[in-house]
């Protein structure tokens, strides 16, 4: 029963720091303090927005979480519960409206951006307490301009004129690709495909050499501590030389040669001739021949 | 509609059955098609090659090239959205069949050999060469670095992970990936024995190896929990491979999950093989299988097969030139670095066999074969790293 209990503590706690780490993943990406000439809500109005981006690479539920441009009231926007759009897709993004019309819908909000002033916007978790994501627009930021992170979700924040290079993006991406950036720059500068071959091949040895390493030392230690135990169950000391190690231990073959000797000396047989043969001993048993150890045979304890 | 007589009523449905029929719908390619799903079920049948893949795949080309109107909405097809195959599909398409044949694999295999002879693991290192010799090859003829990866992991002679890869890099071509993967591999004892002879002497290939050390239950219980953490460290992006041939291969060793080991190498595999064979035969439509992309693909994938079995024969050469006398390694089992298990390591213990029919080779040759699976799991994340 006591196990349980663990075994259940254990997979709430994974599962909370799951969760936990899932809200982390929430960024603050874009913001636009006045929206002279941008998007319109679904009222057709423009007003301020901000933009949150899903920075993980899976689907992220966001009710509940709040919203504030004011550090001492951190629960100022609850994102409410109970709208399936509040839940982002991996690596997309969702706007809320700074209109202060939170009777408009889940996506707007009951505070407004200043322009003029610097907008210190946080985002906290359910508990109010834990800040998941804080950003200060600066004062000097000209309308129609936004405040947006430089690639989604990553650090560094540059303001955005709506010019080519430049654009405003509501959501959508930061930086718009249409190609894979990887594969152009392999196609450019490894054209003949060495340097991927070199790399490539350079990473592979490497992980099999290191478990290769790995094994070799788990062999020597394994074997070292066999030793110890056949030490042991022969009743022997770490430093003592097993029998068959001992200088004064005769070999088989010593055994042999006094056999011989002593057949010669005491042989009264002098009829017949006599061929001994000698023989090794040993052991025919290996796991390597042996029918039980097969390739699908499942071990047993 | 009142002027429409029975008989012209009759014949309206008629014809509307006969626009959706086979025989309508028939163009050439689909012929070709079906005649390449019966050579692989005759290969499989008749010559007993690869059976357990070649039958599912060579009947799944079949239900694949069975001409129908594709405008009529049937929802049958592969490609179409909600039809049973397409579903059936998924596990090819979003890549989780081949992690799931790869926790069998792992459930099935006994890593011994590679523990015991841990420098064996170098072999399986240096055949994946092979797959970057194709990669080279595939972005010479003018593939993008994605495509050539994609097709280039044939030389890895590992079908999961090639559907794996394929599927990330490039869907588009995962059928003729596959097929090729899959082909290649069913033809590993025409392949391999001429390549091999070519590259060995005749006293080399006499080389007796020395029978491994009997290899403890605890080393085989660390082998999968050190492999995963060490190799996955190495390369992330291999995780969903590597993490579920070392998991299932814990599952074989630790000896209190023999239920699920038994079923993971058993059941599991046998339903994930079926429905990854058959749909990814049935994924090769004519329309999109009979492009020259196709020939290029099984050039080079044939052509990446030859390096990765070269590159490990020749490199047991090398490595032979370092090592002591009393351990040099039987270069035959160089080809076994190519993850074909256990064909390849079956075809070494064969030719060694040959030239001394006292001269066993197949446990020797496990253990680069299993390194080779591990080698082309890490390749094949490598690859994903640098081109997904």
């Given at each position: 029963?006591?196990?349980?209990?663990?075994?259940?503590?254990?997979?709430?706690?994974?599962?909370?720091v799951?969760?936990?780490?899932?809200r982390?993943?929430?960024?603050?990406?874009e913001?636009m303090?006045?929206?002279?000439?941008?998007?319109?809500?679904?009222?057709?109005?423009?007003?301020?927005?901000?933009?949150?981006?899903?920075?993980?690479?899976?689907p992220?539920e966001?009710s509940s979480?709040?919203?504030?441009?004011?550090?001492?009231?951190?629960?100022?926007?609850?994102v409410?519960?109970?709208?399936?759009n509040?839940?982002i897709?991996?690596?997309q993004?969702?706007?809320f409206?700074?209109?202060?019309?939170?009777?408009?819908?889940?996506?707007?909000?009951?505070?407004?951006l200043?322009?003029?002033?610097?907008?210190w916007?946080?985002?906290?978790?359910?508990?109010?307490?834990?800040?998941i994501?804080?950003?200060?627009?600066?004062?000097?930021?000209?309308?129609?301009?936004?405040?947006?992170r430089k690639?989604?979700?990553?650090?560094?924040?540059?303001?955005?004129?709506?010019l080519?290079?430049?654009?405003?993006?509501?959501?959508?991406?930061?930086?718009?690709?249409?190609?894979n950036?990887k594969?152009?720059?392999?196609?450019?500068?490894?054209?003949?495909?060495?340097?991927?071959?070199?790399?490539?091949?350079?990473?592979v040895?490497?992980?099999?050499?290191?478990?290769?390493?790995?094994?070799?030392?788990?062999?020597?230690i394994g074997a070292?501590?066999?030793?110890?135990?056949?030490?042991?169950?022969?009743?022997l000391?770490?430093?003592?030389?097993?029998?068959?190690?001992r200088?004064?231990h005769?070999s088989?073959?010593?055994?042999?040669?006094?056999?011989?000797?002593?057949?010669?000396?005491?042989?009264?047989?002098?009829?017949?001739?006599?061929?001994?043969?000698?023989?090794?001993?040993?052991?025919?048993?290996?796991?390597?021949?042996?029918?039980?150890y097969?390739?699908?045979?499942?071990?047993?304890? | 509609?009142?002027?429409?007589?029975?008989?012209?009523?009759?014949?309206?449905?008629?014809?509307q059955?006969?626009?959706l029929?086979?025989?309508?719908?028939?163009?050439?390619?689909?012929?070709?098609m079906?005649a390449?799903g019966?050579?692989f079920?005759?290969?499989?049948?008749k010559?007993?090659?690869?059976?357990m893949?070649?039958?599912p795949?060579g009947?799944?080309?079949?239900?694949?090239?069975?001409?129908?109107?594709?405008?009529?909405?049937?929802?049958?097809?592969?490609?179409e959205?909600?039809?049973?195959?397409?579903?059936?599909?998924?596990?090819?398409?979003?890549?989780?069949?081949?992690?799931?044949?790869?926790?069998?694999?792992g459930?099935?295999?006994?890593?011994s050999?590679?523990?015991?002879?841990?420098?064996?693991?170098?072999?399986?290192a240096?055949?994946?060469?092979g797959?970057?010799?194709?990669?080279?090859?595939?972005?010479?003829?003018?593939?993008?670095?994605?495509?050539a990866g994609?097709?280039?992991?044939?030389?890895?002679?590992?079908?999961?992970?090639?559907?794996?890869?394929?599927?990330?890099?490039?869907?588009?071509?995962?059928?003729?990936?596959?097929v090729s993967?899959?082909?290649?591999?069913a033809?590993?004892?025409?392949?391999?024995?001429?390549?091999?002879?070519?590259?060995?002497?005749?006293?080399?290939?006499?080389?007796?190896?020395?029978?491994?050390?009997?290899?403890?239950?605890?080393?085989k219980i660390?082998?999968?929990?050190?492999?995963?953490?060490?190799?996955?460290?190495?390369?992330?992006?291999?995780?969903?491979?590597l993490?579920?041939?070392?998991?299932?291969?814990?599952?074989?060793?630790c000896?209190v999950?023999?239920?699920?080991?038994?079923?993971?190498?058993?059941?599991?595999?046998?339903?994930?093989?079926?429905?990854?064979?058959?749909?990814?035969?049935?994924?090769?439509?004519?329309?999109?299988f009979?492009?020259?992309?196709?020939?290029?693909?099984?050039?080079l994938?044939?052509?990446?097969?030859?390096?990765?079995?070269?590159?490990?024969?020749?490199?047991?050469?090398?490595?032979?030139l370092?090592?002591?006398?009393?351990?040099?390694?039987?270069?035959?089992?160089?080809?076994?670095?190519?993850?074909a298990?256990?064909?390849s390591?079956?075809?070494s213990?064969?030719?060694?066999?040959?030239?001394?029919?006292?001269n066993y080779l197949?446990?020797h040759?496990?253990?680069?074969?299993?390194a080779?699976?591990?080698?082309?799991?890490?390749?094949?994340?490598?690859?994903?790293?640098?081109?997904?």
């Amino acid at each position: 029963m006591k196990k349980h209990l663990v075994l259940t503590l254990v997979a709430l706690l994974a599962a909370s720091v799951s969760f936990a780490q899932g809200r982390r993943g929430l960024r603050i990406n874009e913001i636009m303090v006045q929206n002279d000439s941008n998007v319109v809500d679904d009222y057709g109005q423009r007003g301020a927005w901000v933009e949150l981006f899903n920075s993980t690479f899976g689907p992220l539920e966001i009710s509940s979480v709040y919203i504030t441009d004011d550090p001492a009231q951190p629960k100022k926007y609850p994102v409410p519960l109970g709208d399936v759009n509040t839940e982002i897709p991996a690596r997309q993004h969702v706007l809320f409206w700074a209109d202060g019309k939170p009777s408009r819908g889940t996506f707007h909000m009951s505070f407004t951006l200043r322009p003029g002033q610097d907008n210190w916007i946080g985002v906290y978790d359910a508990d109010g307490k834990t800040l998941i994501d804080e950003v200060t627009v600066p004062a000097n930021l000209p309308a129609g301009h936004t405040y947006a992170r430089k690639a989604d979700g990553e650090e560094g924040w540059e303001v955005r004129t709506g010019l080519t290079g430049s654009h405003i993006t509501p959501s959508s991406n930061n930086i718009i690709r249409d190609t894979n950036v990887k594969v152009d720059m392999f196609k450019e500068k490894d054209e003949q495909g060495f340097g991927m071959t070199i790399m490539a091949m350079c990473i592979v040895f490497t992980a099999l050499l290191l478990l290769s390493v790995c094994f070799y030392l788990i062999n020597r230690i394994g074997a070292h501590i066999s030793k110890i135990n056949k030490m042991h169950s022969h009743g022997l000391a770490i430093h003592e030389t097993p029998r068959e190690e001992r200088p004064d231990h005769d070999s088989s073959e010593e055994i042999a040669a006094i056999v011989m000797a002593l057949h010669e000396h005491l042989n009264s047989h002098d009829q017949e001739q006599t061929v001994l043969t000698i023989n090794k001993v040993k052991r025919a048993y290996s796991p390597w021949s042996s029918k039980i150890y097969n390739l699908r045979e499942l071990p047993r304890r | 509609m009142a002027e429409l007589s029975f008989s012209d009523f009759l014949m309206q449905n008629l014809t509307q059955f006969w626009h959706l029929t086979g025989f309508y719908n028939a163009t050439w390619q689909h012929f070709v098609m079906l005649a390449v799903g019966l050579f692989f079920i005759w290969l499989a049948i008749k010559k007993d090659f690869e059976p357990m893949l070649l039958v599912p795949i060579g009947f799944g080309i079949l239900i694949g090239n069975v001409p129908f109107n594709t405008e009529a909405g049937l929802e049958i097809g592969i490609y179409e959205e909600g039809s049973v195959l397409n579903i059936l599909y998924n596990g090819v398409s979003a890549g989780w069949y081949p992690p799931l044949i790869f926790l069998g694999i792992g459930a099935m295999t006994d890593f011994s050999a590679l523990i015991a002879n841990p420098k064996l693991m170098l072999i399986g290192a240096a055949a994946q060469f092979g797959i970057f010799g194709a990669y080279m090859v595939a972005t010479a003829i003018g593939f993008e670095p994605d495509q050539a990866g994609a097709i280039a992991i044939i030389g890895g002679a590992d079908g999961p992970t090639a559907i794996f890869l394929s599927s990330k890099l490039a869907p588009n071509l995962m059928g003729a990936i596959a097929v090729s993967a899959y082909s290649y591999m069913a033809l590993v004892p025409v392949i391999q024995p001429p390549i091999m002879r070519l590259f060995t002497t005749k006293k080399e290939r006499l080389i007796k190896m020395k029978p491994a050390r009997a290899v403890s239950q605890n080393e085989k219980i660390i082998f999968p929990i050190v492999g995963m953490l060490l190799t996955c460290f190495v390369v992330p992006s291999g995780l969903p491979l590597l993490g579920m041939l070392f998991f299932g291969n814990l599952l074989r060793e630790c000896g209190v999950t023999t239920r699920l080991a038994k079923t993971a190498s058993n059941a599991l595999t046998d339903i994930v093989t079926i429905l990854l064979g058959m749909t990814v035969g049935a994924s090769t439509q004519a329309s999109e299988f009979l492009t020259a992309e196709t020939i290029f693909i099984f050039f080079l994938g044939f052509m990446a097969f030859i390096i990765a079995s070269s590159s490990g024969v020749l490199f047991v050469k090398l490595f032979n030139l370092v090592l002591p006398a009393s351990k040099k390694i039987n270069p035959l089992i160089g080809n076994a670095g190519v993850s074909a298990v256990p064909m390849s390591a079956r075809i070494s213990n064969n030719l060694g066999l040959e030239y001394d029919p006292s001269n066993y080779l197949l446990m020797h040759a496990m253990g680069p074969n299993v390194a080779g699976v591990i080698g082309s799991a890490v390749a094949a994340g490598v690859l994903l790293g640098f081109l997904a």
